[in-house]
Structures are given as structure tokens and as C-alpha cells.
């Protein structure tokens, strides 16, 4: 067996997704962190905010830094900015130094995020890789929810103390340094081979544009979760829900999506390439089932709950097909561009839903009457996608 196949290689890479998320994870401090910095809540904000900013930049130079260093010594790299800047505000309440030590820990996060996706296309192949990326995919929500608990247990001891969540990057990068093969071996085996068959249809000597076509589909499917994700507590409000049993169907939708990662490979075996359909298909019937609720909570809080369980099967897919489309030493270049799709699409989904609602001639201020309006026609061009892509796979078979 060699040694990537091995359990503990597999936990050792995967630990590195499990510190992805974890910029949230402090956001139970924010209250006490005002009083305690004399600063804005505004300004607190930003804390939580700033790193998923830099993350992006970052993300984009990672190819970069990679093509320098290897993917094993560059992934160490950023998790040891992540665990330094991480436990930075844990000594200090300057809260420049803060704001400096969080654009830092998004610098961490940016470098290796690409890397936690693409190195699983080196490593692996066929049913081992798509499960791989499955597993990878719920790892990211499962290190949220537990990242956010241990930070609210350490919030006992004061706001400081939350920041101490970030140690755990140590072991972890411990783990993956003593465990993780380096791949450079194994990338440069490729391009021997690559020169050896010359002529080898199966494997792409260039990046092929349908990269572009995923990227923004990514950012597409992005705007449709978050559209659902993010109108959901103004819906619920409506209808004179608390917040407490709001913020419960949230944490319960990332645990759909959790297991969506986690059975990603085995519906992945089950429905190969129209997987991608499948999926689409569901966030089909969760958009018209919170769009066609009239009112009615349980069916709305099906749809909401039903949303995380598809982007983790589309998600991992269209990794998945990033090997096919761009040789292996472009991948952590390809899948950082992935990124951005879906980066973007998080940033722009007020703006396209408010566009939307413009163009259905809906321009009420209200985000629940413009999330009745606009989810189910983001629901029907996801339709019209999966029916698309349906005829093009069989086609293709």
C-alpha cells in the first residue's frame, strides 16, 4: 500500500480542511470584544469579515507561492501563519495588532486553500479521489461547528481565550508534515510520463476553457445557497418565528451539508457523471419548496434544511472534473480560480437577487417578498442547467 492510501495519511490531509473555516469561529466573542477594544461593533465586524477578504487575494497567489515551494512546504507555510496569527490577540488588545494578525490568518487560510482541493487530484485517482473529495467537503463543516463550540466553551474564561482555538493548527501540521508524502515527486513522474506518450488523449496538455464555464457556475450555485441561506430568518420572521429556533434550522442545515460530503463518494459510484444532475435536481426542490411555502413554516424549513445537502455533492463535482481539464501541475492554478467563483458568488448574491427582483418588477424593500420572488427562478434556471448538462452527458455516453 503506499503511503497516501494509508488511514492516517488520509486523516493528516484531511486535518487541514478542518482549520478552514475556523476564521468564524471567535464570533461568539464579539459582544465583549466592543466593550473590551472601545471600538465599534462596526469595527469588531471587520475582524470576523477582514480574513475572507485577504483569503481571496491569496488564494489567487498560492499558484504562485506553490510553484516555489511544492504544495506539501506551502500548505506548512500557510498553517504556521494560521496558528502564530490565530493566538496573536490571545497577548494583545491593540486592536491595529488584531486587525494586522487577522489579515495574516486569511493570508494562512488563502495559501493553502486551494492546495487542501487540488493535492487530492495528485494523490489520488477515480473512486479513492472522488471520496477524498467528498470527505474533504465535510470535514470544512465539521470543523465549523466543532472550531465554534471548543471557542464558546474557551469564551468562559474571557473573550481572549476563544483565540486559543488556533493551537490546534499545530498537531495538525505536525501530523500532516510527519505523514503527508510531498507530491513534487509525483508531479514530476507525471510530466515524464506526459513526455514519454506525447499523444496521450486522457491526459490534458493544456487548461481547457470549460475551467471558465465552472467557475461561474460555481459562483452561480453559491448564489442560489446563500440566496436561500441568508433570506431564511427574514422569511421566518414573517411568519413570527423566534430567532433561537431560526438559529437551530441553520446549524441543523450545515449538518445536511456535512453529510452531503460525507456520501458524496458513494452517490458519486452510484450515479457517475450525472451526479451533477442529481444534485441539481434537489436544490431544484428546495428552492420551490421555500419559494411555494405560502406561508407555511414546515415546508419552509424543509426546503432550508434540504439546500446544504446538494452544494456538497455539486461541489466536490466540479473538483472533480478539474483533472480532466488542465494538467496536474496546473491544478492548484485551475482550483484557485474555482474559488474565486464561489468566493464571488458569495459576495455578489445580495446584488444579483436585488437585480433579479428588479427585472420581476419586485423592488419591495422587503427581503422576504423578494426571496418569494426571485428563488424560484433561480430555481428554474438550475432546471433549465441540469436539463442542459443531462442531454450533453448522453451525448457523451
Not at 227 to 253: C, K, W
Amino acid at each position: 500500500m503506499q503511503s497516501q492510501d494509508k488511514w492516517i495519511t488520509k486523516i493528516a490531509f484531511l486535518g487541514i480542511s478542518f482549520m478552514l473555516t475556523s476564521a468564524y469561529a471567535i464570533n461568539g466573542a464579539m459582544p465583549q470584544m466592543t466593550k473590551a477594544l472601545g471600538v465599534s461593533a462596526t469595527q469588531v465586524q471587520a475582524l470576523a469579515t477582514t480574513p475572507s477578504i485577504v483569503v481571496t487575494v491569496f488564494v489567487l497567489l498560492s499558484s504562485f507561492i506553490a510553484a516555489k515551494l511544492g504544495d506539501k512546504k506551502t500548505i506548512m507555510l500557510g498553517m504556521l501563519l494560521v496558528g502564530f496569527a490565530g493566538i496573536v490577540p490571545f497577548f494583545v488588545t491593540s486592536y491595529p495588532i488584531i486587525l494586522v494578525s487577522r489579515m495574516v490568518l486569511g493570508a494562512g487560510f488563502g495559501i493553502f486553500n486551494s492546495l487542501a482541493v487540488s493535492m487530492i487530484a495528485v494523490m489520488y485517482q477515480g473512486q479513492t479521489r472522488a471520496t477524498m473529495l467528498g470527505w474533504r467537503a465535510a470535514v470544512e463543516q465539521i470543523g465549523q461547528a466543532v472550531l465554534t463550540f471548543i471557542a464558546g466553551l474557551l469564551l468562559n474564561f474571557g473573550w481572549q481565550t476563544t483565540f486559543l482555538v488556533y493551537l490546534l493548527a499545530f498537531p495538525i501540521l505536525y501530523l500532516f508534515y510527519v505523514r503527508v508524502p510531498d507530491t513534487t515527486e509525483m508531479l514530476a513522474a507525471d510530466q515524464k510520463n506526459n513526455k514519454k506518450t506525447h499523444i496521450n488523449r486522457n491526459v490534458p496538455q493544456n487548461i481547457s476553457p470549460l475551467v471558465w464555464v465552472l467557475t461561474l457556475f460555481a459562483a452561480f450555485i453559491v448564489i442560489d445557497y446563500m440566496a436561500i441561506q441568508l433570506s431564511f430568518p427574514f422569511m421566518a420572521q414573517s411568519l413570527g418565528v423566534s430567532g433561537l429556533l431560526v438559529s437551530t434550522i441553520l446549524s441543523l442545515m450545515l449538518v445536511a451539508a456535512m453529510v452531503g460530503g460525507l456520501v458524496y463518494g458513494g452517490m458519486q459510484k452510484l450515479f457517475g457523471r450525472f451526479t451533477l444532475q442529481v444534485g441539481l435536481l434537489l436544490m431544484v426542490l428546495s428552492n420551490f419548496l421555500v419559494a411555494f411555502s405560502n406561508g407555511n413554516f414546515v415546508t419552509l424549513t424543509i426546503g432550508v434544511l434540504l439546500i446544504g445537502f446538494p452544494m456538497q455533492l455539486i461541489s466536490p463535482f466540479i473538483f472533480s472534473q478539474l483533472p480532466n481539464l488542465a494538467p496536474l501541475k496546473k491544478q492548484p492554478f485551475v482550483t484557485s480560480i474555482v474559488l474565486i467563483g464561489f468566493n464571488v458568488g458569495v459576495f455578489v448574491e445580495p446584488f444579483a437577487l436585488s437585480l433579479l427582483a428588479k427585472i420581476m418588477g419586485n423592488e419591495t424593500h422587503s427581503v422576504s417578498e423578494a426571496a418569494y420572488t426571485t428563488i424560484p427562478l433561480l430555481g428554474i434556471i438550475l432546471l433549465i442547467i441540469a436539463g442542459v448538462t443531462f442531454i450533453t452527458n448522453r451525448k457523451r455516453a
